[in-house]
Nanobody
């Protein structure tokens, strides 16, 4: 079994910062891409940021220059540093990882349970 456990969400004023963390645990063989999505009520999840095992990053246009994704491969953990937060960043943030659990496994996508980020104006 694989678990992705998120932490770091909460309530912050506009212009403030939050740091999300997500640790993968369980039967892990190789983790490829890790990332963060967010979901507004009644909407689909959209990519916020992603980082490959080689360290290449990708960001949604709306967060470029404000958010930074990083990972600690030794700890199987991905982080999202969110600065200059805006009320429109309010959403549930989900961690995701594409990984294999054994050497012969096909790569699969796993999700965390989600963490609420609320930015007050």
């Amino acid at each position: 079994q694989v678990q992705l456990v998120e932490s770091g969400g909460g309530l912050v004023q506009a212009g403030g910062s939050l740091r999300l963390s997500c640790a993968a645990s369980g039967r892990l063989f190789s983790i490829n891409t890790m990332g963060w999505f967010r979901q507004y009520p009644g909407k689909q999840r959209n990519l916020v940021a992603a980082i490959t095992s080689a360290g290449s990053t990708n960001y949604a246009d709306s967060v470029k220059g404000r958010f930074t994704i990083s990972r600690d491969s030794a700890k199987n953990t991905v982080y999202l540093q969110m600065n200059s937060l805006k009320p429109e960043d309010t959403a549930v943030y989900y961690c995701t990882a594409r990984l294999t659990t054994t050497a012969w496994d096909t790569i699969s996508t796993y999700w965390g349970q989600g963490t609420q980020v609320t930015v007050s104006s």
